[in-house]
């Protein structure tokens, strides 16, 4: 292999390895600074201990990974518009306040969605025991 590509690959790795560090630094910031953030990571670790516990099938797991994932992307979606908007008005604005109270209302519909989805999951297993 040329010097030329391996310099390449060692570049283009070390893009990649920062692109994955500032994304889980993103994940880190969001938790420890947004209490929906917390809420949602607390119940989405009782609905896998749930899981476990009821026995649910390899679908179901599926289901409920991918609703966790949208909640959870929903939510740093969220973050991110929140935190763009604070920057772009600092002082209260009745657009400002629309942006926010629309991306917030986005996360509670994806909530809500997955909440619904989870109780058709569990409430027949927790029903047999």
Not at 4 to 30: C, M, P, Q, R, V
Not at 61 to 76: D, K, M, P, R
């Amino acid at each position: 292999m040329k010097l030329e590509n391996k310099k390449e690959i060692k570049e283009t790795t070390t893009k990649i390895a920062k692109s994955f560090k500032y994304a889980f630094e993103g994940l880190f910031t969001a938790f420890k600074t947004e209490r929906n953030m917390k809420i949602h990571i607390i119940i989405m670790l009782l609905v896998i201990l749930m899981g476990f516990l009821l026995k649910i099938t390899t679908l179901e797991w599926i289901i409920c990974i991918i609703l966790f994932s949208i909640v959870i992307a929903g939510e740093l979606f969220n973050t991110a518009i929140e935190t763009v908007v604070d920057m772009i008005m600092p002082h209260k604005d009745e657009k400002a306040k629309i942006a926010k109270d629309v991306s917030a209302g986005a996360v509670l519909i994806l909530a809500i969605g997955s909440a619904i989805i989870g109780l058709i999951i569990f409430i027949p297993k927790i029903i047999a025991l």
